[in-house]
């Protein structure tokens, strides 16, 4: 039998909004029709480098904090980065930010970091910015999805 793969969902969630943002998410990786992939779900502030070291994707999850990404997900950075800089060269990720403005400070913030990681984008961070909208919801669904379908096919 085929080892099942792991997706890390890594978001910050303070808020009824950004927790349904991360849901959905969940929701999509968790897709019925999937059947090779272990979706974790952890807080950034509660996730450590073996997390991540045993992932083949993650699904970054963020707040528009300041211009910049959560507090908390970037303290994930800063205890993750140099544990995993070697062997996690190439990780597959995604990212979404809940954008209050326009996520610009945010998502470079982030890109800076992988960057240095060299983890590999599978597709632009979707941004969800300005006044809430139902819409969200069902993109951070796809979202998930996409991961955990790419995953299990061996796409990335």
């Not at 969940?26 to 950034?44: H, L, M, Q, T, W």
């Not at 982030?110 to 969200?136: D, H, K, N, Y």
Request: net charge negative; aromatic share 8%.
């Amino acid at each position: 039998m085929e080892q099942s793969k792991t997706l890390l969902i890594v978001a910050h969630a303070p808020s009824d909004n950004t927790r349904r943002l991360r849901d959905a998410a969940v929701a999509g990786a968790r897709d019925p029709a999937i059947e090779g992939v272990e979706v974790v779900v952890k807080p950034p502030l509660e996730t450590v480098p073996e997390d991540v070291l045993a992932a083949q994707a993650v699904l970054l999850g963020t707040t528009e904090n300041l211009g910049y990404m959560s507090g908390a997900l970037k303290d994930f950075f800063d205890r993750c980065y140099y544990p995993c800089l070697e062997q996690t060269q190439g990780l597959p990720y995604a990212l979404y930010i809940r954008a209050g403005h326009d996520g610009t400070g945010t998502r470079r913030g982030v890109e800076t970091i992988v960057t240095g990681l060299r983890w590999r984008a599978v597709r632009e961070p979707l941004v969800c910015r300005g006044a809430f909208e139902e819409s969200f919801v069902e993109e951070c669904r796809e979202l998930g999805l996409l991961m955990a379908a790419g995953l299990d096919a061996g796409v990335f």
